[in-house]
């Protein structure tokens, strides 16, 4: 599902990498877990996987895509198969929970009738049924969080990014979000969540690769969040 081969990103000359000739395969349907210290890499290889930012040198394979070869128009189509989350939620706060998550099928031009049934059943699947009229700032942080979570899925992408999903949630309503995307990986999304969580990291038991400047210093499955090499 993604892959790559000996990336590195060097953001500005003369500076070091932030990512250091990484090579990682994730395959469909896994969960995994990025940990590492704050600019260890795990963002740039989030934006990498979007094509946000293009590696200085390496390749990026994404859903059976060359990503050097996906040519700039075609961008959009490439992240429209690619739910994301983020530590701080990115609601629009003027539109309520409905619209928050209808958004995601208007801009690429689903019809109506299949959003009037698609959004609720969604909103069903993330606990928010009979939330639909609200307004982001009449919702809790986990609430909040669970929209954004219900917009990054509702299209039904193959793969999900999550950066710091729970950064700014306490511990119980962190644990409610990650059941959630637990759930949402059994249907056969590809998940892959950079945190530094690490209850949550030591509960879930998954797949856990870490970043220590730029490098890939461990990947082990069912992994915890500080263990030894
Ligand atoms: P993390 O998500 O693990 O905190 P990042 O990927 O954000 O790590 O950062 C990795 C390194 O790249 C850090 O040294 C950071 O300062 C640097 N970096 C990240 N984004 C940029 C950018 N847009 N321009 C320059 N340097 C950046
Ligand atoms: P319009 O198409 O004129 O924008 P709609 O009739 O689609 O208006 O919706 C009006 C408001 O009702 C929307 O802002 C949305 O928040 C809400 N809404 C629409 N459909 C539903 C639904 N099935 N469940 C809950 N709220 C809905």
Known sequence: MIRFENVSKVYARGTRPALDQVS?????????????????????????????????????????????????????????????????????????????????????????????????????????????????????????QRVAIARAFVNRPAVLLADEPTGNLDPKTSIGIMRLLDRINRTGTTIVMATHDDEIVDQMRKRVVELEDGRTVRDQSRGVYGAAR
């Open 24 to 144: 990682l395969e994730v395959e469909r349907g896994e969960f995994v877990f990025l940990v590492g210290a704050s600019g260890s890499g795990k963002s740039t290889f989030l934006r990498l996987v979007l094509r946000e930012e293009r590696p200085t040198s390496g390749d990026i394979f994404a859903l059976g895509r060359d990503l050097s070869k996906v040519s700039q128009w075609k961008v959009p189509m490439l992240r429209r198969q690619i739910g994301t989350v983020f530590q701080d939620f990115r609601l629009l706060p003027n539109k309520t929970v409905f619209d928050n998550v209808a958004i995601a099928l208007q801009v690429i031009g689903k019809p109506r009738h299949h959003i009037l049934t698609t959004v609720p059943e969604t909103l069903e699947t993330v606990g928010l049924a009979g939330k639909e009229r609200r307004l982001p700032h009449e919702l809790s942080g986990g609430e909040q």
